[in-house]
């Protein structure tokens, strides 16, 4: 009777074959768990931080997360998103077939006396992993082929990633050392059952091993002997072997191990990141000096990065320039806590990472949203701006902007008494809401209320409130700058200055929710302050879309515009808010074309985090904003850039000057529209 179909895996091999297989099997083992420690036991030495409740919870949570890596790996690049799900899922199928043979090789057949690997089982078996192996090999194939060719940029390291003691030699020979490593075991192990075939053949259908079985045709066409096949076969089979020993050995040491931190930074990261920043850790900022200074999250982060350059690719500091890179953060600060600095005495900000990097982020969160692994970069470069402002390390513009909001309340330098100045240009009295109850308290900002180029505006949304009959009211003179900037600058102690004199105002109000015109406000008031009377925070486009929706705002006209719209970071990547506006435009009629750059990818203004007040940086590129008009002048037809922030519409106004745009595109904010098509 023919035997039914199974694996033999050490068939005729001398017994030493065996004892050395497992020596070198225990010995990559060993130390592949003596690495991980050596990486993980820093995590056992860094700061507490309130991310592992829950945590059936978080892990249910990250396996969708997995799904949203694989989306922003596919996002703009579909040749990497292919090349990395052949990969991995080939990868995770031959691993888990190894682990079922181990099963079945080292315990069901010497504890039991069977092989649960044998008959139908077995040709399933060794038909899926023919499939794996395909997917790994080709994946790896396209992975190293870009690599050689050079065929996406951001994979390239600049001079903004570069770290103390790191060379970029050495980033380049671990990026491609693991792919050739894992191609070499793939490769191998088909040539293994290529050689298995042709010696023994098989006792089953062809089909089933589809690729050991065409290398088995090939092999038999060289004329091989069979000794000389046996002598192959041993070659091979120890190839393959070391191959994948080696590989599990250099895993905790290679960017390989982005595979455990990676879902651990998945696990542990925080929805909110960067759009609530936590206080911080101690009232002297640390400025990174030593491990005990970051979270245990936050050295998972710096562990789990992959170098991608994902997040490298949308900054806008980098893009137009300046000396920041989000990869290159993370990658200065790994290299610094792998050094000495990792045991204390000097700060990582000012020796590894320069001052000028630290200050040239616009916080537009871009980095964040483009990592596949939720590697959260703002709050580490908030913290060391809380390091360099206690030091008083900052330019003119910003100290000058600091002190103003310290004395005035807004970074005008402007009196308290010129806050509700544009008042004036409304055709009627607005509430006060210090005063009366109102149904909508407007939180109107300082660009809103000061920048003589946004006055206007701000009137005119008053005139659309009023028009369709919204009881609104302001906080007039006593408002304050919602601090959103001056708390991603650093200056926490100023933030909680502003936020509590805010605070302190509207809960002397009454009123059912709050509306504003400034996405930075918005965001703080959303995110940071407290909830008051509900926590309803709207951004005025969204109210307008609300008040459209239920049919108390209607428009008069249709708008024959062709037109384009920026989300602002802190209302869009920030908080979500993509459709309101988007209704409004349709509602109006206006035809409307996005950008290449739109939504979540929208890309920043550079105003943001308080860039708005430093003095201009040395640069090597075009500013944010100037890219920013030219990819909205591109589109065909469209002679407007619509915008919903004061901020947006002051850098962008400049901008089109700047880059000699005038004629061919303005700039409007959305809420001149509504006014038009009312
Ligand atoms: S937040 Fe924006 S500017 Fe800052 S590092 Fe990230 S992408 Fe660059
Ligand atoms: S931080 Fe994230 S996006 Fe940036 S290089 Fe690392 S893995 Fe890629």
């Known amino acids: 009777m023919m035997e039914p179909a199974g694996r033999v895996v050490f068939d005729a091999s001398p017994g030493w074959v065996k004892i050395a297989f497992y020596s070198l099997a225990a010995t990559a083992i060993l130390v592949f768990a003596v690495g991980t420690w050596l990486r993980a036991k820093n995590f056992l030495k860094a700061r507490k931080v309130g991310r592992s409740d829950h945590l059936l919870r978080r892990i249910a949570r990250a396996i969708p997360k ?18 990395h799900d052949l990969l991995l899922w080939g990868f995770l199928v031959l691993l888990l077939g190894t682990l079922i043979l181990t099963v079945d090789e080292d315990f069901s057949k010497p504890l039991l006396g069977v092989s649960f690997l044998r ?8 038909f899926v992993l023919d499939l794996a192996g395909i997917s790994l090999v080709i994946g790896l194939a396209m992975m190293l082929y870009r690599r050689a060719r050079r065929t996406a940029p951001r994979l390239s390291y600049s001079e903004q990633d570069r770290a103390k003691g790191v060379s970029f030699g050495r980033l380049i020979l671990d990026d491609r050392l693991f792919l050739f490593l894992l191609l070499l075991a793939g490769i191998a192990g088909f040539a293994v059952e290529g050689v298995r075939i042709f010696r023994d053949g098989t006792s089953f259908p062809e089909e089933w091993s589809p690729v050991g079985v065409a290398l088995a ?13 046996s002598a192959l076969y041993m070659g091979l089979w120890w190839l393959h072997a070391l191959g994948a020993l080696a590989l599990i050995a250099y895993i905790p040491f290679s960017k390989a191990f982005h595979a455990l931190a990676g879902f651990g930074s998945l696990v542990f990261s925080d929805e909110r990141a960067g759009r609530r920043l936590e206080s911080p850790a101690s009232a002297e900022p640390s400025g990174f000096r030593r491990t005990s200074d970051f979270t245990w999250v936050q050295l998972m982060h710096l562990d789990a990065c992959v170098r991608c350059g994902r997040c490298h690719d949308v900054c806008p500091a980098q893009t137009s320039g300046l000396p920041l890179s989000p990869r290159g953060l993370i990658l200065q600060l790994r290299s610094f806590l792998a050094g000495s600095g990792g045991n204390g005495g000097t700060p990582v900000v000012g020796n590894a990472i320069e001052a000028e990097a630290i200050w040239s982020c616009a916080t537009c969160l871009a980095c964040m949203e483009a990592c596949p692994l939720q590697i959260e970069h703002l709050p580490l470069i908030v913290e060391m701006r809380r390091y360099l402002v206690a030091r008083g390390e900052m330019d003119k513009g910003l100290q000058g902007a600091l002190t103003s909001l310290g004395r005035y309340g807004n970074s005008f330098r402007k009196s308290v008494r010129d806050r509700a100045k544009w008042t004036r240009h409304v055709s009627f009295k607005i509430k006060d809401a210090t005063q009366e109850p109102v149904e909508y308290l407007w939180f109107v900002g300082d660009y809103a209320s000061l920048d003589a180029r946004c006055q206007e505006m701000t009137a005119r949304t008053a005139e659309v409130f ?14 304050r700058n919602a601090g959103n900037d001056v ?8 933030f909680e200055g502003l936020r509590d004199g805010n605070v302190e105002l509207m809960r002397a109000c009454k009123f059912q929710g709050i509306v504003t015109t400034d996405p930075h406000s918005y965001n703080t008031l959303k995110n940071e302050y407290p909830a008051l009377n509900g926590g309803r925070v709207l951004h005025y486009t969204e109210l307008l879309d609300e008040l459209l929706q239920s049919g108390r705002l209607r428009f008069s006209k249709k708008l024959p515009y062709r037109v384009t719209y920026h989300d602002p970071c802190y209302l869009g990547r920030y908080n979500g808010v993509y459709e309101a506006p988007r209704g409004l435009l349709r509602a109006m009629g206006v035809e409307l074309l996005e950008m290449p750059r739109n939504r979540s990818l929208s890309f920043c203004c550079g105003a943001g985090g308080g860039r708005v007040w430093m003095e201009e940086a040395e640069r090597r590129g075009e500013r944010p904003a100037e890219l920013r008009v030219r990819e909205a002048a591109r589109l065909e037809g469209v002679d407007t850039l619509v915008v919903a922030c ?8 400049d901008a089109v000057k700047a880059v000699g745009l005038e004629g061919s595109l303005q700039i409007r904010d959305i809420i001149e529209l509504v006014e038009e098509a009312l």
């Open 217 to 229: 045709s090939m092999i038999r066409a060289t004329g091989i002997t069979e000794e000389g096949a």
């Open 646 to 653: 004061p901020k947006d519409y002051v850098m962008f106004t």
């Open 466 to 479: 009023s028009r369709v009959a919204l009881d609104f009211g302001i906080l007039g003179e006593g408002e």
């Open 487 to 494: 708390r991603r600058v650093g200056e926490e102690g100023l």
């Open 119 to 126: 008959g139908t089982t077995y040709l399933v078996y060794s």
């Open 66 to 83: 997995v799904t949203l890596a694989r989306s922003r790996i596919w996002r703009n690049d579909r040749f990497a998103g292919l090349a």
